[in-house]
């Protein structure tokens, strides 16, 4: 059997509702009223800071930490996932961070039939996908069993003892200008993390908000990374969500996952280390 892609297509859905197996999931960031407003049919709404994070103490993991494997257990059992669900995840955000995490926590404790719209909310609406504003109710499942995050992650002490060694590369995936510390519209400090390379999220979608092809990003990333080991890899962003867009994109390429550093730069900025402010 072949691997199944991270991405779904937005004109291959119309097969979705066919299939009791199919769970769609909306994780729209902050946008619970627009899915009260309009969603993709079938679809269960996940939030972002409830269900996908446990929040606590920003300078101790960040703005997102994982929750925990008993939360997310909860958490997949409300949202009506079993082990033989095939999740479909989208949000309404250009690119699809927050279906991203979903997508990486997922595959993280083993569940392999996950994929992420393509293009998003707004990519499946002009598919053709039916939209309603009626609530779905999650099937009564049993209890979705999960040890632990079996993806590769980093820690605020490994990014602070390699993040300057020339075998190792941490990738910073926000926008240039808060990467340059020019703009900081969400947490306190302005600036990165001394040796990460930029490579906003954003370059890996075309104009239309849609992932680059995989041979593109391959080619992207394979210049960037210049053959070193996946475990000597590490992505952040700001709080752990917006770096699963660039996890699943590597993923997208057939490149190996690299390490998500989920305390980001969110944790990083809190914790008096070193900083680079300004370029």
């Avoid at 009260?36 to 993991?61: C, K, R, T, Y």
């Avoid at 992650?153 to 075998?167: P, Q, R, T, Y």
């Avoid at 390379?197 to 849609?210: K, Q, Y």
């Amino acid at each position: 059997m072949s691997k199944l892609s991270p991405l779904i297509q937005p004109e291959d859905l119309t097969w979705l509702n066919l299939d009791d197996e199919i769970v769609i999931i909306d994780a729209s960031a902050g946008s619970k009223a627009r899915y009260d407003e309009q969603h993709l049919a079938g679809a269960i709404f996940a939030d972002v800071n409830e269900d996908l994070a446990n929040i606590g103490d920003f300078a101790s993991g960040g703005r997102h930490p994982l929750p925990t494997s008993e939360q997310f257990s909860a958490v997949l059992q409300k949202l009506g996932i079993t082990k033989n669900s095939h999740v479909i995840v989208y949000d309404d955000k250009n690119g699809g961070n927050a279906a991203a995490r979903l997508w990486w926590m997922l595959r993280a404790i083993g569940h392999e039939k996950v994929q992420v719209i393509d293009g998003g909310f707004q990519a499946a609406v002009k598919a053709g996908f039916p939209t309603t504003n009626k609530v779905q109710i999650p099937k009564s499942v049993e209890k979705y069993d999960v040890q632990d995050w079996n993806l590769p992650l980093s820690d605020i002490n490994e990014v602070e003892k390699v993040a300057k060694a020339n075998n190792f590369v941490v990738i910073d995936v926000r926008d240039a200008s808060r990467y340059a510390g020019l703009t900081e519209p969400i947490d306190l400090i302005a600036g990165h993390i001394p040796g990460a390379v930029n490579i906003p999220f954003t370059e890996n979608l075309d104009a239309s908000g849609r992932f680059l092809s995989p041979e593109v990003l391959k080619e992207q990333y394979t210049s960037v990374l210049a053959g070193l080991q996946p475990e000597n890899i590490i992505v952040h962003c700001g709080s752990g969500i917006t770096a699963c867009h660039t996890l699943l994109a590597m993923d997208y390429a057939g490149l190996p996952i690299p390490k998500l550093y989920v305390g980001s730069w969110s944790e990083w900025s809190r914790n008096n280390k070193e900083m680079v402010l300004k370029n």
